[in-house]
């Protein structure tokens, strides 16, 4: 039978010096370049990363999917059967559903107050300042260790003792478990701009665990939590790499040329950036895209959140996309539920003749066409109406984000980083959206927080994280031998 590669055969990095890139970033760019080089000549064989996920929201899914993709391997489900028995499954969708429950409660004007407050206490986070050590066990430590002596995660760590493959995983609880049954290597990729104690082992000091992170802040919060400096490595976060083509970044190079000049529509942005564009990109603006209008994509989260909020939009929007100023998606994700309320409102705003053309509704059937569809989406998506959840990463790619309310603390935390770094925006009145959405459009905005997202983010986090899974690889079989 055959198998997949240990990584794909990306195509060979040229590492000369690049015109679209100097500086830092020029170094950086060279530095993905060599790690996917290196990585792709690392020989198949035993001993493949098993690429883990649980289903609590998009987020950790996500960024699992990416991972598996550059590196030619399935997501491997930790809650769900083969590896969950019927209990642990049983335990898992529980905690789910309880969760998306209180997400979608929490957003209700006034009976959501308590349930804010109670998320919030959920996915605390104390102030990282005058650093100090926060390795205390919390509450939310002490119930996951709890879990893990019952037997949660018996059927992952099975697998895993019987093929003897490292982990690499985008959840705190399947790492923690792991480790606490000696499987090793573990890798963690952290997948917020901060994070709770209970990413953490009970006794971070004898942990194994190694924690990517994607931004200085997570590898600090780390410490302070008493995980150790050589266990935590700053890598990004994984961007999908067919948004990325590569470590030169042209499909990520080519969408936004096409995006800029869409949301430049007066080039009031392109004229005051005009050779700051010509140097980093490194690609030419297409004059097809002249006029025509952006594309703004609304989202729900994995637990259908705040999907009350495209009602409102949707008729302030209206007048725009009938003028041909604007397009709209509403993206439902898995949700039939969401699809049909989101065209009933597109109905009630007088936009029925426009659904298909000038506004859609993405709805997947399940989670593998969630994933791939959405990203084709992205790929034109102009603006990003998102809550700060995973996806505020994804405005390295240059798609100025335009966030919802925060939906637990370590989504506060992402919207402060993307709001600090240019690139994202936080919305004015709802029921005036469409005469400030056109604002930031005539006046360059839009454009201007797409290229400090471009600028200012980091974009190599998959190339990087490969790499360091692929020297993991190679250290166990130099000891091997």
């Known amino acids: 039978m055959e198998t997949s590669p240990a990584f794909p055969a990306f195509p060979a990095p040229r590492l000369t010096r690049s015109p679209a890139l100097a500086g830092e970033r020029e170094d950086e760019a060279v530095q993905a370049g060599a790690a996917v080089a290196r990585a792709v000549q690392a020989p198949a064989g035993p001993g493949q990363p098993l690429v883990a996920a649980v289903e609590m929201g998009y987020g950790h899914l996500r960024a699992a999917y990416a991972l598996a993709a550059a590196l030619g391997t399935p997501v ?9 028995g019927t209990e642990e499954e049983r335990l898992w969708r529980s905690a789910r559903r309880l969760y998306e429950a209180t997400a979608r409660a929490s957003q209700l004007p006034l009976l959501g107050a308590p349930l804010r407050a109670l998320l919030d206490s959920l996915t605390s986070i104390p102030h990282l300042y005058p650093k100090r050590d926060l390795s205390a066990v919390t509450l939310q430590a002490r119930s996951l260790d709890r879990l893990v002596r019952k037997g949660l995660g018996a059927g992952l760590v099975a697998r895993l003792a019987e093929t003897g493959a490292p982990l690499l995983t985008t959840y705190f609880a399947t790492a923690v478990l792991a480790d606490a049954h000696g499987c090793a290597p573990v890798y963690c990729v952290v997948t917020d701009v901060d994070l709770n104690r209970v990413w953490v082992p009970m006794d971070p000091g004898r942990s194994r665990i190694v924690f990517l992170t994607p931004t200085r802040r997570a590898l600090e919060r780390l410490r302070a939590y008493g995980v150790a400096r050589s266990q935590i490595e700053l890598t990004g976060y994984p961007l999908p790499p067919e948004l990325l083509g590569g470590p030169e970044l042209p499909a990520l190079r080519r969408n936004l040329a096409a995006r800029l000049v869409r949301l430049d529509r007066k080039g009031v942005f392109r004229d005051q950036a005009r050779r700051e564009i010509q140097y980093f990109l490194g690609v030419e603006l297409p004059a097809a895209e002249e006029r025509r ?10 637990a259908g959140a705040q999907a009350g909020l495209a009602q409102p939009l ?10 041909g100023r604007l397009r709209l998606c509403l993206a439902a994700g898995v949700r039939p539920e969401a699809a049909a309320r989101f065209e009933r409102w597109v ?49 390295a790619l240059g798609i100025p984000l335009v966030f919802s309310q925060p939906v637990g603390m370590h989504e506060r935390y992402n919207r402060r980083w993307a709001v600090e770094n240019g690139a994202g925006l936080k919305p004015r009145e709802m029921g005036h959206a469409g005469y400030w959405i056109r604002e930031w459009l005539a006046e360059g905005t839009l454009a201007a927080a797409a290229w400090s997202g471009f600028m200012r983010l980091p974009k190599f986090g998959l190339y990087q994280i490969v790499e360091r899974v692929a020297e993991g690889l190679s250290s166990s079989r130099r000891g091997a031998r």
């Open 347 to 395: 109905a009630e705003a007088g936009l029925e003749g426009h659904l298909g053309s000038d506004v859609r509704i993405f709805l997947a059937g399940d989670l593998d066409g969630y994933f791939d569809g959405f990203n084709r989406l992205l790929a034109e998506t102009d603006v990003l109406w998102t809550k700060p959840s995973e996806l505020t990463f994804f405005a």
């Open 76 to 84: 491997v489900h930790a809650d769900r059967p083969p590896l969950a």
């Open 314 to 323: 949707m008729r302030s929007l209206a007048p725009l996309v009938r003028d």
């Open 293 to 302: 209008p952006p594309l703004l994509t609304f989202t729900l989260g994995g």
